[in-house]
């Protein structure tokens, strides 16, 4: 007998899947405690290395799996687990566990993973907590070769071609494994939007659904499922009224995405003539292939603190000028925007050691620009790779975390100082580069005005904005209802950002998710937004939008929606203005 079911989780990949579920039972591998004696201590040191080894080459053998046409984010999944493979924070450590505790090697490596996941759930930024992720999977790859016990992926050798993956978790290598199997979808228990699941299936173009509990204890293998990456629902043994339905969305689907194909090169100006620029934001120099691909006009945001992360030592001019050039070089005349490093409490570098210890909440402690102006030598070579890099192709500054005008004076004084470096050098230099803040908190925001004197360009990111006006974090369960893009609060602040921009005018973009999300297109161009920076993978429906718009028209809609902010729920007026 079967029953239908239906799980609704996050949607973490668009598109729609059909096909037979294969579920896995494979979980995290846990450890009891176990002391040892003294004179067993190299044994276990060396059960350690047997399974780090071991481990090593599992990863090596699906890396060499990968496709060459894989886009290369992929493989960095796999680089990354490599690595810290040989992490002295990681491997290091259980060896000394084991050494001076006598604790067995499956129980050295479990505590020293607790340890470094508890610092990732302490940090502030979405992506980086999540980045626990590749702790965790890192260790049960060891763990699984301690215990002697491969995971169901690796035992079973069966064709998953259409079939959705139903799992508790899948680490990076199993969900390459799987696609290169043949699987349709993946439906995880645990995960968020910027989880590694969520990640890997938006790369690999894999519908997928994450966060959709215990479902692995209510669906079977062989059951029929339907997988909605957009809204992020889980149907089991769906009626053939559904089924019709959903195999209707997948052939609309792909219509979608080869009618998309087809604005690649067409610019993006509307019904009424303006010209909108459409920018990428970049996480990774590789990303620049795929802003290229889908019609970018220049980068909007490249997050540099990727530098510093998962190392020892800090990135000096050289790397930060060579890993500049590679994305100049790689856009071939369209404009970077390098947003100088976000590090802090809530983003650490193992060089950096801990900046703010005592700190009680990291999201308001010492991060992005406080700390460069605090380490002005963490901050001056990366400022003088900038100023370099301009000299070779249209690149700008941008300060995260900016509060103040005193912060921006500050920054523009070490710039000043630099370029008189660079001249006595007989270095080659942009001179006229251009500095930008990011309106991110909401005394920016209330300050626009005053920094748009001071500055060449601002930029909003909507992200920390919304979560600091509204006081809530978009990743805790207990308060993330509260995250609203359209609250009255937010649509303020954002026009009053923008306007100040008109008024002196200094360029605003928008780099936050409000930019790629098409819910909010038209009323952002209705209150002035002329700027959008989003996700490579965004930018062909947003750009769909931007055609067939009128700005004028917009304007009216959006003072129309202003008017009646106070009286009537925002999403009721939203939905007005997209629907008129």
């Not at 276990?44 to 984010?73: F, H, M």
């Not at 209802?481 to 609250?487: A, E």
Request: with cysteine.
């Amino acid at each position: 007998m079967t029953i239908a079911f239906q799980g609704i989780g996050v949607a973490a990949s668009q598109s729609v899947a059909i096909g037979p579920a294969f579920v896995t039972g494979h979980g995290i591998h846990t450890a009891t405690q176990t002391l040892i004696d003294a004179d067993q201590v190299g044994d276990e040191l060396d059960r350690l290395n047997t399974a780090v080894a071991q481990a090593r080459r599992a990863l090596k053998a699906v890396r060499s799996q990968i496709p060459p046409s894989t886009p290369r984010n992929i493989a960095e999944f796999i680089d990354t687990h490599l690595l810290m493979l040989d992490d002295v924070a990681l491997i290091d450590e259980v060896r000394k566990i084991i050494r001076d505790q006598l604790f067995s090697a499956d129980w050295a490596l479990q505590l020293q993973r607790d340890t470094l996941v508890s610092v990732f759930d302490a940090m502030d930024d979405p992506y980086l907590r999540n980045r626990r992720d590749d702790v965790e999977h890192v260790v049960d790859q060891i763990m699984s070769f301690l215990h002697g016990a491969p995971t169901q992926l690796e035992a079973t050798g069966r064709d998953l071609e259409g079939c959705v993956v139903v799992a508790r978790d899948l680490m990076p290598a199993d969900a390459i494994t799987l696609r290169n199997r043949g699987a349709a979808a993946f439906v995880t228990e645990f995960g968020g939007p910027v989880s590694h699941t969520a990640i890997l299936a938006r790369s690999l173009s894999v519908p997928a659904v994450v966060g959709v509990h215990n479902i692995t204890r209510y669906i079977r293998s062989g059951e029929p499922l339907v997988v909605d990456g957009d809204t992020g629902t889980v149907l089991a043994n769906a009626d053939a009224q559904s089924l019709a339905y959903y195999r209707q969305r997948l052939g609309a689907i792909e219509a979608r995405r080869r009618h998309l194909r087809t604005l690649v090169d067409r610019p993006a100006i509307t019904r009424d003539g303006v010209t909108i620029n459409l920018l990428a934001n970049l996480d990774l120099p590789e990303d620049a292939q795929a802003a290229r691909f889908n019609g970018a006009v220049g980068v909007g945001l490249y997050r540099t603190e990727f530098l510093y992360m998962n190392r020892n030592d800090l990135p000096d001019e050289a790397e930060h000028l060579a890993t500049y050039l590679t994305i100049v070089h790689a856009l071939d005349g369209l404009p970077l925007t390098i947003r100088t490093l976000d590090l802090g409490v809530d983003k650490r570098s193992e060089a950096l050691g801990d900046p703010g210890a005592s700190c009680c909440n990291p999201a308001l402690g010492l991060r992005g620009i406080r700390l460069c102006l605090k380490e002005p030598m963490l901050f001056r070579p990366q400022l003088r790779a900038i100023l370099r890099a301009g000299a070779l192709g249209p690149v700008r500054a941008m300060l995260p975390m900016v509060t103040n005008l005193q912060e921006v004076a500050s920054v523009l004084a070490i710039i000043a100082e630099l370029k008189e470096e660079l001249t006595h050098e007989g270095l080659a230099f942009d001179p006229a580069l251009q500095v930008g803040a990011m309106v991110e908190v909401p005394a920016a925001a209330l300050a626009a005005r005053a920094l748009a004197k001071r500055v060449d360009f601002l930029s909003i990111g909507t992200n920390d904005l919304i979560q600091y006006t509204l006081a809530i974090d978009r990743l805790d369960d207990s308060v993330n209802y509260l995250f609203d893009p359209i609250h009255p609060a937010i649509l303020r602040l954002v026009r009053m950002t923008i306007e100040a921009g008109r008024a002196l005018a200094t360029p605003v973009a928008m780099c936050g998710e409000m930019a790629g999300d098409p819910r909010f297109t038209r009323l952002l161009l209705g209150l002035g937004l002329r700027r959008f920076s989003m996700q490579p993978g965004a930018l062909l429906g947003i750009k769909e939008i931007i055609l067939d718009a009128d700005t004028r028209e917009l304007e009216r809609r959006a003072t129309a929606l202003f008017a009646g902010l106070d009286e009537a729920e925002p999403a009721q007026l939203l939905d007005a203005l997209n629907a008129a």
